[in-house]
């Protein structure tokens, strides 16, 4: 396999790649902050603001749910950036999406709760979580491709690594923010008076400066050369399901073991888990918040390592090394949450998101290099939706069940552990196609050859 792309357009100048870099990662940043604040409010005050009727068990089964509602439509909202993507340009949908995010979060800053207009609060509620949840599963597969697109074939892993650290980068704003709000600007009662509206009202101005940032960078090259060809495919999801679906649901299956294991901290459950006062552990709000935010740090090195390391050893062997990781330290995690200590939880959650990040750095330039140009969106967005409802979207959901059924976290553990043997097995049935020329003149060999058993180009 050549690792060099000869029919590609040439590769823009450094300057350009910093600035497609940088409008990548903030712009990530910025709807994953806004996903994620929803999220850990979920499992930190939602329950009582808007579900609290339904008593405390039930109204903390239903926060969570509203978490994961919102992955039941990302794929509405891969399908109709994956379209436009492929037919119209990675760019716009970009602008788009952040656009949607952004709304949707700043709305919910200003929504009564269900003491101020009883249950149209919740109902509001969820249909803003819907808005987010096709942003969030259109968002993606553009700023993926713009970086991974962009980059020189050496560098597609590091390239690919910076959407990818917008995750961490959201989720650590996200808990920062609140871990100021609950422990500094408005402690207690404050918090859930007011305080909690102020970081879903900062989406606003975040937003402008996503906006801007965005719209500074120039398109795709692939798709630049696939435009000026006029070689848009009309209906790229049906192509993509019609010649590719096994490829779709085993790489979505890779992508369900990392979703699964990152929403424990990333879906609100942990927080919840941890601050519960008639739970097991019963810390305060704001150590928690700020060991969250830790171990985001430690999780976006490690995801930025991912990246880096995937372009010396190859996407799938990295992959191995996070599975392995992952497997083990899941196993550790509740133990050290249990004992109450604050520095040994954020011991478990740094030494959980290794793992986590050995499977997710790399997962941007793995999935463009998996698909053909020319539904290269659509693939990348649909399969990277599917994979987050196969693993994120009710992890929280499932894990407290888990809980209140078994009266012990080490049935999360189990759960956590089979998805990632899932996720391992799909991994070693796909080829790693790291340095393929990405170029629309290289479709053939684009379109074969992704799994072990089928012929090859």
Same mark, same amino acid.
Not at 363 to 374: G, H, M
Not at 434 to 455: F, K, N, R, V, W
């Given at each position: ?88 340009? &990675? ?23 269900? *003491? ?86 900062? *989406? ?77 552990? @019963? ?23 991912? @990246?880096?390391? *995937?372009?010396?050893?190859? &996407? ?70 599917? @994979? ?70």
């Amino acid at each position: 396999m050549s690792s060099v792309s000869t029919a590609a357009p040439p590769s823009p100048l450094s300057s350009d790649r910093r600035r497609v870099a940088m409008a990548t990662v903030i712009g990530t940043t910025i709807e994953w902050y806004d996903f994620f604040l929803y999220a850990s409010a979920a499992g930190l005050i939602f329950a009582e603001l808007f579900f609290k009727p339904a008593g405390p068990q039930i109204a903390i089964l239903l926060s969570f749910a509203s978490v994961g509602l919102s992955f039941l439509f990302r794929p509405l909202g891969a399908f109709l950036a994956g379209h436009f993507g492929d037919r119209l340009g &990675r760019r716009a949908m970009l602008v788009v999406t952040l656009i949607l995010m952004g709304s949707a979060t700043t709305l919910i800053g200003v929504l009564p709760t269900y *003491s101020q207009i009883g249950v149209a609060a919740p109902i509001i509620l969820l249909l803003l979580r819907i808005l987010q949840g096709i942003s969030a599963g259109g968002e993606w597969g553009g700023a993926v491709l713009m970086a991974v697109e962009h980059a020189p074939d050496n560098k597609r892993g590091r390239m690919g690594a910076f959407p990818q650290i917008g995750v961490p980068l959201g989720l650590l704003l996200a808990s920062g923010i609140l871990a100021l709000m609950t422990g500094v600007i408005s402690p207690g009662d404050a918090f859930l008076e007011w305080g909690w509206r102020v970081p879903f009202l900062l *989406s606003f101005v975040l937003i402008v400066v996503g906006f801007i940032v965005r719209r500074s960078v120039d398109e795709s090259p692939v798709f630049k050369e696939i435009a000026k060809r006029k070689q848009q495919t009309k209906v790229p999801m049906v192509t993509l399901f019609r010649k590719h679906w096994l490829l779709v649901i085993l790489a979505a299956l890779t992508f369900a073991g990392n979703s699964a294991a990152g929403y424990m901290t990333t879906g609100g459950y942990l927080q919840n888990y941890a601050t519960d006062p008639n739970g097991f552990v @019963g810390l305060e709000r704001t150590p928690v918040l700020l060991a969250v935010t830790g171990s985001a740090v430690v999780w976006l090195l490690m995801t930025w390592i991912a @990246g880096g390391v *995937s372009d010396k050893i190859g &996407r799938r062997n990295t992959y191995i090394v996070g599975w392995i990781v992952q497997l083990i330290t899941v196993f550790l995690l509740f133990p050290l949450v249990n004992t109450g200590n604050v520095w040994l939880l954020f011991l478990g959650l740094s030494l959980f998101t290794v793992g986590n990040g050995f499977t997710y750095g790399q997962q941007a330039a793995y999935f463009t290099e998996l698909f053909p140009a020319s539904i290269r969106y659509s693939g990348v967005a649909i399969t990277y939706a599917l @994979g987050a409802i196969l693993g994120g979207a009710f992890a929280p959901l499932v894990a407290a069940a888990l809980v209140q059924a078994t009266g012990t976290a080490t049935s999360v553990a189990f759960y956590i552990a089979g998805v990632t043997v899932i996720a391992f097995a799909a991994t070693l049935l796909l080829r790693d196609r790291t340095g393929i020329p990405l170029g629309p003149d290289h479709e053939a060999e684009q379109s074969t050859g992704q799994i072990y058993g089928m012929a090859r180009s």
